[in-house]
């Protein structure tokens, strides 16, 4: 089993491995955790060479075994669409599955359980880069004033906007001016918060 640090170190070894094609060196890594030299680096790489997850590739560079590299790919759910627009009222239900490692989106793999996709539908978020057609996803957690949400309003309209609040109400804010926010009269309730973006192009 690895550590809380090890695991860290092996995202982000995943995560500059599949960015880059190659794995991160020892000064990137002590950069990324701030230690004050290599060697601290080189203890968790060893550490994680002993536990099997890595191997030195060149004689010099420490990265992901090639079954690793598959192994820690995840499905993840799409459940239909969702309006970037005003809410509508829908039932939701998975239409497919992806596959894709969480370090990608800078995130823990243990969060891979807490995450899934909608659809984007709508152009009330384009001015977050949030286009019609694009893949959100989202992850199970509590949101903060900022984040963009998948939201449900009202018990009963689904909608992605971020979330703001004005004193303590909170509000639904559309990234475009042809759309006002969104004030709920009977409930929200984030059921998603916004890590990443997929764009399929044709």
Known sequence: MLTEKQEAILDFVRAIQAERGIPPSTRDIQRQFGYASQNAAMNHLRALAKKGVIEQIDGRTWGLKARLVQAHLFTVPVYGSIPAGRPTAEEQSAEETLQLDPSL????????????????????MTGAHILDGDLALLERREPRAGDIIAALVNGTETTLKRLLYRGRAAILHAENPRYADIVPESGLECQGVLVGLIRRTT
């Not at 891979?112 to 709508?122: H, M, P, Q, S």
Request: net charge positive.
């Open 105 to 124: 989106f800078g995130l823990p793999a243990r969060a891979a359980n807490r995450l899934w996709a909608l659809r984007v539908r709508g152009d009330s």
